[in-house]
Every structure is written in structure tokens, then in C-alpha cells.
């Protein structure tokens, strides 16, 4: 994925800077799955809800909301196609 973002944007990066990057990305990865584990457990689930998603994104005001608007445009589709039943 880097390489096809470097040859699109004519730049170059290091073996050393890819492995830096996909080293950070991985720990964040890691550390959104324990925060949405924690917060489904502190609710007293054990699977994660899209409620677990929003307040993790809750800082991010504009994720936030693009998270929001997507489950709301789920959430009526998916009561639309169960209204035409």
C-alpha cells in the first residue's frame, strides 16, 4: 500500500520509515481493540456495539460524525427494507 501511495505522489520513502509506520499503525490497532473491549465490558456486554465505536471516537469530532451519520443511514435502511414486510 505505501509503495502504490509513493509511486501516485512521485515520492520516496525508506525501508526504515515503512517499518516505523506499519509498527505505529499496529500498537493504535491494538490499542482502539482493548479500549473497545473495555468499553463493552464496562457496560456489561460481551460484543461490541456501535455505541462502543461512537465514544471511542468522541474526541474526534469530525470521525465522530462520520461514524454517526453512517449507522444512522444503516439503521434507516435497514428499517425501511423491515417496514416493506
Do not use: Y
Amino acid at each position: 500500500m505505501v509503495d502504490e501511495e509513493t509511486l501516485r505522489r512521485n515520492r520516496n520513502v525508506t525501508p526504515q520509515f515503512i517499518g516505523a509506520l506499519t509498527e505505529m499503525v499496529w500498537t493504535q490497532i491494538e490499542n482502539v481493540a482493548m479500549d473497545l473491549e473495555s468499553f463493552s465490558r464496562h457496560a456489561g456486554r460481551s460484543t461490541i456495539t456501535t455505541d462502543d465505536v461512537l465514544l471511542l471516537a468522541r474526541r474526534n469530532h469530525d470521525l465522530h460524525a462520520i461514524i454517526k451519520d453512517f449507522v444512522d443511514e444503516q439503521k434507516a435502511a435497514k428499517a425501511k427494507e423491515k417496514s416493506k414486510r
